[in-house]
């Protein structure tokens, strides 16, 4: 941007919703009452974006690309019922799991930071990573509060052994050494949905569930819901809405009995991805 | 005036004392820069490998994106600020002890920026694009993001690497015609090329005052604005214990604080090399001293005002971290900066400690330590317990960090060797200067002499132009 464009739009630049006349907001819901913790939406992402299985060492060192991630926390117990729990050999009641990704914040603290622009907002919501822009300072990994990015510590797909290479996905750039990454909302198959939407004579419109994201694909237990926010009658947004869950908002007090949520939303960083609360009767 | 020891060294001898240090240092300065030599070579080779495999090798990983080469460009950065200090600022109060010794901590504070400046380069993960932080006009008109601290930081840095040049160079001008006058073979042309044609005329001594008063006005705001822009690479953050607002304050004393005890450090070790004894005496030192006492107070308030703002808040992430710290993984480290860097300094309060060199030296290493360690504490721990749990891991520093960071010290003390060698590293016109002024409050015939020498200057002058 020239500076002179600059300063003949800069009331438009410095307005409130900057894309708010734009037709689409990607969002994602995870229902942790159904998910599992089975790992197949990690695999799926391995597979759908050109992620390195980086092997165990690598793994122990923290050097994984895993873009989705099951978080497994144990939960200590409470309530009448884990009283037998205490005193035996697993004194946890059992695991939680919360699949965690790139959450898409709309006021995303990786941008303002990076030094050279090479993760930005775009207009359909996406916080995008310009793999070729990137100069591997780290500072957007620092500021991430999920830690959701992922640097290429090593060149991991260097030296892919022949015929391995010919499963990579041609719709997704690999990535070498020094460059940040993290998880895009499978932003090829949204490109590639635009395109064929438009093939058919519609811009600014893409039907709810022509498709789907890796990780949602692959949930056996269709945890993960994605979709646009911004369409009225999509699932997603319908999910959103009767959990009162919204974008740009932010309230303490909900009703007793929704369970969406919004990870680390007290830091004000907008996250696109609702979570809706495991239920558990401690009391039975 | 009476507590200097030096008022009746002869001006011609100034002069030879300081040239000696040109000619003959004693054979430790070739041992330990031989020794420094290694060092960067070592450095040379861990960051040829690291450059060739990833930045992995470096051991830092998710979530501890940055580690020491951080740590160390803020602790490099801190210690280039009080060379500043100490030349502007008591160049401006008029402070005459400055005189022996400011030069080689505008030298210090030069060299500390260079090696400062290396950090963020070897840090970035594709080093061969570092260039693209900088806002050069290009065929795509792609900007860097003027947001990021990052790019504050690569603008501060230049803007006070350049500056400080600028300040030491032009501080030398006349000390370099010096030099000139007495040199033979190459260092006659280097001379005769930096002295750019001083004469020490009036004429040239007027605009030489003028230029150099108002270099010292730029730096001294430029020097706190440096520091606080490397603190805003934390501030402006959302880490908890990065987020904090009293950061830039914080690191600008810390950065005096560090400074002024590498002075310290070079006080000692240059009137010992160099043989400086006469120029550089204890009261001196005592000075210097008390300096770094005040600003090690200031620099302890500071950070015991972060703890209880921290403590008072009440946040949930910022409280986790503050109590990781004291009682975590990390906590030798905060206890050795608090023992090293809280409470050390109160050993100045004690003449007998200020006036004895060899206590100061070995009190001036604790203090760096000290300080070395507090910007450990800053940049680590935080990242070990962050926002998200189950990211938390504890790592430290590998083999090819710590060469790195050991090849850095390597670096300026060769750097700074080097410049010795070949510059006075005392200035002489201004102790000159000041041995003139201490003969005017002293004796009155003196005086007379000199308003001869001032008057044949003036026709001197007369005659040339």
Redesign the interface.
């Known amino acids: ?2 500076l002179k464009r600059m300063l003949e739009n800069w009331s438009d630049l410095r307005k409130q919703d900057y894309y708010e006349d734009e037709p689409y907001m990607w969002g994602m819901s995870i229902d942790l009452n159904k998910c599992i913790g089975c790992g197949s939406c990690v695999t799926a992402c391995y597979a759908e974006n050109n992620l390195p299985a980086v092997g165990k060492e ?1 793994y122990s ?4 690309m895993h873009w989705m ?1 099951i ?3 144990w939960e200590e117990p409470e309530g009448e019922a884990d009283i037998d729990i205490k005193d035996s050999d697993y004194p946890e009641r059992g695991a939680h799991y ?1 699949p ?1 990704m790139c959450q898409q914040c709309n006021h995303a ?1 990786c941008e ?6 090479a993760t930005y907002h775009t207009p359909d919501g996406l916080n995008a990573q310009v793999y070729n ?7 957007c ?3 991430c ?3 959701v ?7 991991f797909l260097k030296d892919v052994p022949h015929p391995l290479e010919m499963q990579l996905n041609p719709d997704v750039s690999v990535r070498t ?4 990454e993290k998880c895009t909302f499978c932003v090829q198959r949204i490109r590639s949905a635009k395109d064929a939407a438009e093939d058919e004579g519609h811009r600014d419109y893409i039907e709810d569930g022509s498709f789907k994201t890796a990780c949602q694909q692959t949930c056996p237990t269709e945890a993960i819901v994605f979709g646009n926010l911004k369409d009225e009658e999509s699932q997603v947004k319908k999910l959103w809405a009767s959990h009162e869950v919204e974008l740009n908002h932010f309230e303490q007090d909900k009703s007793e009995d929704v369970r969406g949520y919004r990870v ?1 939303e007290e ?1 004000n ?1 907008e996250p696109c991805v609702m979570y809706l609360d495991r239920v558990r009767d401690t009391e039975a | 005036m009476s507590d200097y020891s030096m008022k009746d060294i002869e001006w011609a001898k100034i002069n030879r004392d300081v040239l000696a240090s040109l000619e003959s240092p004693r054979k430790e300065f070739w041992m330990v820069l031989s020794v420094c030599v290694l060092l960067v070579l070592c450095g040379a080779a861990a960051e040829a490998y690291q450059y060739n495999e990833g930045l992995g090798v470096a051991l830092m990983n998710r979530p501890h994106f940055w580690q020491l080469y951080i740590s160390n460009f803020v602790f490099w950065i801190g210690m280039s600020h009080s060379g500043t200090l100490l030349s502007a600022i008591l160049l401006l109060t008029q402070a005459d002890w400055r005189k022996p010794i400011y030069r080689f901590a505008e030298a210090m504070t030069l060299f500390s920026i260079l090696t400062a400046a290396i950090f963020p380069v070897i840090h970035l993960g594709r080093v061969w694009n570092m260039y693209w932080v900088l806002p050069y006009p290009n065929e795509r008109t792609i900007w860097p993001n003027f947001r990021s601290p990052l790019l504050w930081d690569a603008a501060a840095i230049t803007t006070y690497a350049t500056s400080s040049v600028l300040f030491l160079y032009i501080g030398m001008i006349p000390d370099l015609a010096i030099c000139r006058d007495n040199a033979t073979g190459w260092r006659k042309k280097l001379y005769t090329a930096l002295s750019i044609g001083w004469m020490g005329r009036a004429s040239e001594w007027m605009a030489f005052r003028k230029t150099y008063v108002l270099l010292a006005c730029f730096l001294v705001p430029l020097a706190v604005s440096v520091h606080s822009i490397v603190a805003s690479d934390f501030a402006m953050s959302i880490m908890p214990d990065w987020h904090i607002t009293s950061f830039p304050p914080y690191f600008v004393a810390g950065a005096l604080y560090s400074g002024c005890a590498a002075i310290i450090t070079l006080f000692v070790l240059l009137r010992y090399v160099f043989k400086f004894e006469e120029y550089m005496t204890t009261e001196i030192m005592d000075k210097t001293a008390k300096l770094t006492f005040a600003i090690a107070m200031v620099w302890n308030y500071l950070n015991l005002g972060e703890y209880a703002s921290i403590w008072y808040s009440n946040d949930m992430f910022e409280k986790e971290v503050l109590l990781e710290k004291f009682f975590g993984p990390y906590h030798w480290v905060v206890w050795g900066m608090l023992i090293c860097a809280l409470i050390a300094p109160f050993a100045m309060a004690f003449k007998k400690v200020r006036h004895n060199m060899w206590a100061m030296f070995w009190l001036s290493l604790v203090l760096q330590l000290g300080m070395w360690l507090e910007r450990f504490q800053i940049v680590s721990p935080p990242l070990a317990s962050n926002h998200e749990p189950w990211t938390w891991a504890v790592v430290w520093p590998g083999t090819v960090q710590l060469t790195i960071t050991a090849a850095s010290f390597g670096w300026f003390t060769m750097l700074f060797l080097i410049f010795c060698k070949v510059f006075p590293s005392v200035s002489m016109y201004e102790v000159k200067e000041m041995v003139f002024h201490r003969r005017k409050a002293s004796s009155r015939t003196d005086m007379e002499d000199l308003s001869k020498v001032k008057d044949e200057m003036i026709k001197t002058e007369e005659g040339l132009s």
């Open positions: 941007m020239t690598h060192t923290g050097h994984a991630r978080e497994r926390y919360t965690m603290p303002p930071v990076c030094p050279v622009a822009r990137c100069v591997g300072s780290r500072y990994g620092n500021n509060p999920y830690k990015r992922y640097f290429n510590f090593f060149d050494k020094g460059v940040m680390l830091l960083v």
